[in-house]
């Protein structure tokens, strides 16, 4: 398949997951813009592989959102592929979370995401050819919650319901949209599990973990289909860490 027309965004893009699909999408020929907030580091994933673009972004400013999508018209006329990857952890027990706390999660994991999906949908919508395909990171946590992480967990189910819903909405624009539900990969954000993390009944316990190649892998096989296919959801997990009987 050639890829010369072919462009993505991916939020998050400075540092694991989001560093890892961008160059997975980068090797295989398309054209990625990264998003994020700390220049310097979306800067290092740009050195890692031709055709990443970085370009500074905090996914909760409606704004700069805006900006980011503005430069992808600009610069390359249309768009074929959001990956909405950016997103924050809150570790605390329940009754201890401040609203400011509470604030700074739904932020970024759910209106960070409703902004970017919103941006690349106006421009899927008006482009033509017509169409494109918007994948939303739900995390293993969009379908069982591990202890105290009622943020997290509460914003990705809340993806799921994001994802079926652009999917019904996308349909007569030809907009497909997936979700990649992510569990343990090898990124700075999980390397505790390295030493232990707590389980449901309140041990700690070390966790496998998989390498974030994986996680590539499986978003740039989502990527690659035609538009007239779509894998609504699909889970990339490491094969020993407890979920399926969770605990």
Known sequence: MSHQSKIAVVTGGGSGIGRACAIGLAEKGWSVVIAGRRQAQLEETAALAPR????????ADEAAVDAVFARVRAEFGRLDLL???????????????????????????????????????RMMKEQAPQGGRIVNNGSISAYAPRPDAVAYTTTKHAITGLTRQLSLDGRKYNI????????????????????????????????????????????????????????????????????????
């Open 52 to 59: 990443i673009i970085p370009v500074v972004a905090d996914v």
């Open 83 to 121: 990956f909405n990857n950016a997103g924050r952890g809150l570790q605390a027990e329940f009754g201890d979370i401040t609203l400011a706390q509470w604030n700074s999660v739904v932020s970024v994991n759910l209106t960070g995401a409703f902004l970017c999906a919103r941006a690349a949908w």
């Open 176 to 247: 497909a949209c997936g979700q990649l539900d992510i569990g343990n990969a090898a990124t700075e954000m999980t390397d505790r599990m390295a030493a232990g993390i707590k389980q449901a009944n309140g041990d700690m316990m070390v966790e496998p973990r998989m390498d974030v190649k994986c996680v590539a892998d499986a978003l740039v096989c989502m990527a690659e289909m035609p538009l007239d296919a779509n894998v609504q959801f699909m889970t990339v997990m490491a094969t020993r860490m407890p979920f399926v009987g969770r605990g």
